[in-house]
């Protein structure tokens, strides 16, 4: 007779959480017991007033209906890989050597990661940051050495952090430029020390660029590869700036000195190669959004912008919250002045509210400080009803 024993999962799989997503149950909750819910938590721009822009919807619907429906090349169709080429040069990043397309960015991290780390071997990344990182790391048996940003000095990296933190099993760190959960945008200074930094210790750089185009007040994006002589991996997507993140399509380009990256992007080429290709027909949008009409990106803009201002604003007034004004992406990270865990509040917020945040220890944080993340896509009038919910309830909250 068989046993019916519970399947034992990969022990790797232990601590890997998602907070962006993991909050969601606790919203269904909310909504099965009646509250209109108000979702604050996810940067899913389609979720609300932004649509893809026709003209790279038209493109995939053209490819399928010529039939690019078969599997691509490996690292993805000529014609998007020579886009990606051309928009990295007009950018000034120096010596491409390898263009890769994935499903998603998140494909491309985590390939680029796999590639590179072998268990035990550790790889610096921003704190707060992108919990995507956290799990491949995680999913590698390698180490994740947290380094600061500064809430103190609009959320820059801490680059003496940095520097104290290299040693002799780092291989890697990750820059994600403007951040996520933070929206901060890196000063060009502290992107030129990140780069010297690695370039000297013989590092490789994951310079995560999805949220490139969407800055505020008129900021120009600085590549960190266009600043490195050193080995830099560039991620970006249609998911952000394209507002397609249910395409699947990313890439990565890796950029440096062809004598220092032979063997790393053939490691890169055989995982690709492994799981045959990204998303056939969507491939031909990215040339579409790259060469075409980015008119999408003044009107999203705009109304973004109106959506940070009213965040930090709203945020602001509450007695007991502190927000740092993003200068990118779609997110703030405020600060909760309250001396019991962010998760806690955010459990009863949801509860209670059905405003759906994501408490910031998903997302990692200085020791003894609370936050959550607001991710600003809703229209002006649910923002306004989400802080105005927030604000009641931390009145109770506080007196808990
Ligand atoms: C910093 C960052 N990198 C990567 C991703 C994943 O992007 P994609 O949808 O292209 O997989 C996200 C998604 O939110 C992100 O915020």
């Not at 909310?30 to 979720?47: F, Q, W, Y």
Request: overall charge neutral; glycine content about 8%; charged content about 20%.
């Amino acid at each position: 007779m068989s046993k019916r024993k519970p399947i034992r999962p990969s022990a790797r799989t232990a601590n890997i959480t998602y907070a962006v997503r993991d909050v969601v149950i606790l919203a269904q909750q909310a909504a099965d017991e009646g509250k209109d819910l108000l979702r604050l938590n996810i940067g899913d721009p389609n979720l609300f007033d932004f649509t893809t822009p026709p003209h790279i919807v038209d493109a995939v619907v053209e490819a399928m209906r010529s039939n690019h429906c078969g599997y691509s090349p490996s690292s993805g169709i000529a014609q998007a890989r020579q886009a990606i080429a051309a928009e990295a040069q007009g950018k000034g990043i120096r010596s491409v050597q390898d263009i890769f397309i994935t499903t998603g960015a998140s494909e491309a991290i985590d390939v680029a990661l796999s590639a590179l780390v072998n268990p035990g071997e550790k790889v610096l990344a921003p704190m707060p940051g992108y919990p995507l990182y956290s799990a491949v790391i995680q999913k590698l048996e390698a180490i994740e050495t947290p380094y600061h940003l500064d809430e103190d000095n609009s959320w820059q990296p801490d680059t003496d952090d940095i520097a104290a933190k290299i040693d002799d099993k780092t291989r890697a760190i990750v820059v994600i430029n403007p951040n996520n959960p933070t929206g901060s945008l890196a000063a060009p200074q502290a992107l030129q020390a990140i780069v010297d930094l690695a370039a000297r210790r013989g590092l490789v750089v994951l310079a995560d660029e999805i949220y490139d185009k969407l800055l505020f007040d008129g900021a120009r994006h600085v590549p960190l590869a266009s600043l490195s002589d050193g080995v830099v991996v560039t991620f970006n997507g249609l998911s952000k700036s394209y507002l397609a993140p249910g395409f699947r399509l990313g890439w990565g380009i890796v950029s440096g000195p062809a004598a220092m990256v032979g063997d790393y992007v053939e490691a890169i080429n055989k995982l690709l190669r492994a799981r045959l290709s990204a998303h056939h027909p969507g491939q031909y949008g990215i040339t579409a959004a790259l060469e075409g009409d980015h008119s999408h990106l003044q009107t999203a803009l705009e109304k973004l912008t109106r959506r940070r201002d009213l965040t930090v604003r709203m945020l602001n007034e509450i007695d007991g919250i502190s927000c740092v004004a993003p200068g990118g992406a779609f997110y703030a990270f405020p600060r909760l002045h309250i001396d019991r865990p962010d998760t806690e509040f955010v459990k009863g917020l949801i509860r209670q509210t059905g405003v759906v945040v994501v408490p910031g220890s998903g997302f990692g944080q200085k020791q003894g400080t609370q936050h959550f993340r607001v991710a600003f896509l809703a229209p002006e009038q649910t923002l306004q009803q989400a802080y105005r919910k927030i604000d009641a309830f931390l009145r109770t909250f506080r007196k808990g």
